[in-house]
């Protein structure tokens, strides 16, 4: 009995060994940042919206909106938000709120739309990148309710 158990598990770890790489093979071999997103519109905040992003991304710009997003939650945030919206309700949603994952991404030659979902709001954030002299930098934000 203990043998058969043995076996089994020596199966079934060797079958998750098998499906990460081919995951990872697949992944590495994908430019897009997105490798799987499931659930409405993206636009939707309305919907459940999962993502499975690839891990070999550039993520330089998803460190930057997460310094973003960590700023506009400070009581800095209007002097903040000034810069790049005139958006009012960004501060509301951001300054009452704890959690924002990164549910979408659309990476183009000269720009990039990082969209963060902020569950307790139902609500989106999406922050916009350009192509600058130094990289990508923030262009605009906006929330979508």
């Given at each position: 009995m203990k043998a058969r158990i043995?076996?089994?598990?020596s199966i079934a770890l060797l079958a998750i060994i098998v499906l990460m790489a081919a995951f990872l093979l697949y992944a590495s071999r994908r430019h897009e940042a997105v490798l799987f997103?499931?659930?409405?519109?993206?636009?939707?905040?309305d919907e459940?919206?999962?993502?499975?992003?690839?891990?070999?991304?550039?993520?330089?710009?998803?460190?930057?909106?997460?310094?973003?997003?960590?700023?506009?939650r400070t009581s800095n945030c209007q002097t903040i938000v000034k810069e790049f919206s005139d958006d009012p309700r960004i501060c509301p949603v951001l300054q009452t709120s704890h959690h924002a994952r990164?549910?979408?991404?659309?990476?183009?030659d000269s720009s990039r739309m990082l969209v963060y979902d902020i569950p307790e709001k139902r609500a989106r954030l999406w922050i916009s990148f350009s192509r600058e002299e130094g990289g990508l930098g923030v262009r605009s934000i906006s929330v979508v309710r």
């Open positions: 043995s076996r089994l598990l997103y499931y659930g409405g519109a993206v636009e939707s905040p459940t919206a999962l993502a499975i992003m690839n891990p070999f991304r550039d993520k330089a710009s998803e460190k930057t909106a997460e310094r973003l997003i960590a700023d506009l990164l549910v979408w991404r659309e990476d183009g």
